[in-house]
């Protein structure tokens, strides 16, 4: 079953970023105050609570190629909020069902009079028998004509909120010089994600019909009310589609809404997710090792088993700190499974350097569990972007406790010349990822 989960995703340079835009697009107007979160699920979603809060999921922004689509998805839920939406939802219902059953009383009366005259009529005519028809038919009649004059009230208010929305964003995009037209390009992609993984249609992006009847919504829009401004906007060469830092901050989140899309089997998304993150970040070894993960997964080829081995070589080469012990368990059963004599004895070495990596790592945790931050392991990818590679923090009490027998030498194959994962006596220790 689909577990969904809505914790918060803890990696503050994503989420100052996400609130720092969503700020800029609230309208000057507006006596709310508002807060743009971060939820960690794979499954796009955004949605909003009455009190002004935001909140779109991991998922849903490692589909944005570029801040100018980021803007999009923040200002439209912010205009649920901005026009209260929310009252609506709740108030509406009510009204309707009112005002139906104040038609439905409309409707009896006048068929009970049309049913009356018509009686009236029959009996004037044909005696008894003719009442009987002549009251049958008139009764027929009343309803016939009084839905004509009282008909349901029937609107799909999700509909007419969602096109309010979109209408709302696009308007808000233009007003800060965001090129509208990545919205289309944002709906493709989700149509292309819908079609993969039906699941994906379970928040923002709706149902495959809906992602359709928005994007011709928002084109319609794009061709009309809105194409004076653009095409001013455009002529003056102030249109924007994305900052320099959107690539590089986003490039974090995709690799870890890759990391949960592959435990939620969303392949589909986790492929695309780490594809692009490591093209983003080739030095970074978790979205190296993942996207190893995610091919020798799903891969059918030759080509994609290759480049998942050249991959885990490359996250063994990255991975400075030690910090996923696992990197040598696939590489040792990619050794084995090449069935070639020469690599056999390496992947021994592999399976003992994963033994002895996993071993440091769990006395490590049990140490350092209560005495570093929950998101540790996001602060040393901030020190990986600026240079440093290797600093650990060292153990709450002074001591790193030894692991006998740590050092593995691993020889040389044409599998690929890999060091050794060995424990220092006075190497600092570090979290688990």
Known sequence: MLKIRRALYDNPRVTEYVNRLGQRLVPEDSEKLYAFKVTVNPIPTAYTLSTGTILVSTGMISLLDNEAQLSYVLAHELAHVYRDHWRLKVMMPLAEQEYNERQEKKRAMWAGIFGAVGAGLGAAVNGGNGAVVGGLTGLTAGYIISSVWSRKLSTDWYVA????????????????????????????????????DSRTQLGFLGARNRIRERTEYSQQLLNGALQGKYQELLKSGKLVGTSPEFSLIMSELKRDNGIEAFYFDMFHMAKMNLQQAYTLRSDDPLAAYYYARVLKQVGRTKEDIDQSEQLILTAIRLDTRGSIPEIQLHRALLLIESKEPAQQAEAVQSLKQYIVAYQRRRIEMRGDD??????????YDYMRLLGDKTWKAPPANGVRPVVANASVPAPESNFGSIAPVKTNATAPTHKKQ
């Open 370 to 379: 209560e005495t570093l931050p929950p998101n540790v392991d996001i602060l």
């Open 161 to 196: 909120q969602e096109n309010e929305a979109d209408d709302f964003a696009l308007k808000a995009m233009l007003d800060r010089s965001y090129d509208p037209q990545e919205v289309p390009k944002l709906y493709n992609v989700m149509a292309q994600v819908a079609r993969a």
